[in-house]
């Protein structure tokens, strides 16, 4: 079984076998769990549906959060990436971009979504896989199986560190969704175990330090637009391993940085809105905006 506490425990593993560590955790998950393959592979099969109807939800025109404060963003990248040339970045990452910010926007008015690894990160992971599925560039089980992956990562952070804003700041969330994403975008375009690894501490170090400073306590402002730029900090990261670009400093200890930062964090950039973007002048009017003056 594995223990899931370091990034090189999976590298081992999956190099020992000669085998993909989406095959490895597969398999680990089914005897944990007492399941066959096929009922874990299918129950990963449904999250990635899930995960395509929330970028639905979310693209719609007339999609708002609960608050008011956010909503229409996917719907207008889209547009943006449709009217002008797939934009600056081009059609791929265009629309990879809406769609993370479909999902987000669809947590952030209550819809349906997968937390990858959490609500507020939630757009990251199906941006970059539905991206490549939607392109044709991967198969659908391609795209279920590189959940495997990121998860098994995801679980590695988590033991490791932290996935929670409230207790590492959004490094701990968008922060471990880039890391998950780019070791699935690895593993989708063939790298091996040890560029996945590469792929995560190389995103995590990106985005070290990463405060949560959600403007009125609430998962929409800045928490949707950090969705796209963990998502294209999981593509650069993913090309760099790719490209023969080792991460110099392991992930395992890009880890351990990492928590070792979240804990030097003030109470008042881990999701408290008391610091950071929450206690500009614009941030507080939008708070009272929302809650009253009160509040």
């Known amino acids: 079984m594995l223990k899931y506490e370091s990034v090189s425990e999976l590298v081992s593993a999956a190099q020992e076998r000669g085998v993909r560590i989406s095959d490895l955790v597969l398999e680990d998950q089914a005897a944990a769990l007492e399941k066959s393959a096929l009922e ?31 909503g229409g963003e996917g719907f207008r990248m889209h547009e943006y990436v449709r009217t002008r040339n797939g934009g600056l970045c081009g059609s791929f990452l265009g629309k990879a971009m809406a769609t993370a ?5 669809c947590n952030a008015s209550m819809g349906r979504i997968v937390a ?17 599925l939607e392109e044709g560039i991967i198969s659908e089980k391609a795209a279920v199986m590189s959940m495997f992956t990121a998860g098994a990562f995801g679980m590695v952070i988590a033991n490791r560190a932290s996935i929670a804003g409230a207790q590492g700041g959004c490094q701990a969330e968008c922060g471990s969704a880039s890391a998950m994403a780019a070791a699935a975008l690895v593993e989708l375009m063939g790298g091996t175990p040890a560029q996945c690894a590469d792929a995560c501490a190389i995103a995590i170090s990106s985005q070290m330090g990463l405060v949560c400073d959600p403007v009125a306590g609430l998962v929409e402002i800045p928490c949707i637009k ?45 999701e408290t809105a008391g610091g950071g973007l929450a206690a500009t002048p614009t941030g507080r009017r939008l708070q009272a905006q929302v809650f009253g003056n009160g509040n």
């Open 40 to 70: 874990i592979y299918e129950k990963m099969e449904i999250d990635l549906q899930i995960m395509a109807e929330s970028a639905k939800a979310g693209a719609d025109q007339a999609q708002r959060s609960m608050s008011g404060l956010t």
């Open 101 to 105: 910010l479909s999902v987000a926007g």
């Open 116 to 132: 990858a690894p959490t609500a507020g990160s939630c757009g990251i992971l199906p941006g970059c896989v539905l991206a490549l």
């Open 226 to 270: 950090r969705n796209v730029s963990g998502l294209m900090i999981a593509f650069s990261s993913a090309d760099l391993a790719l490209a023969g670009i080792a991460a110099r400093i392991p992930a395992d200890e890009c880890l351990d940085a990492m928590r070792e930062v979240g804990d030097a964090l003030p109470a008042s950039l881990k």
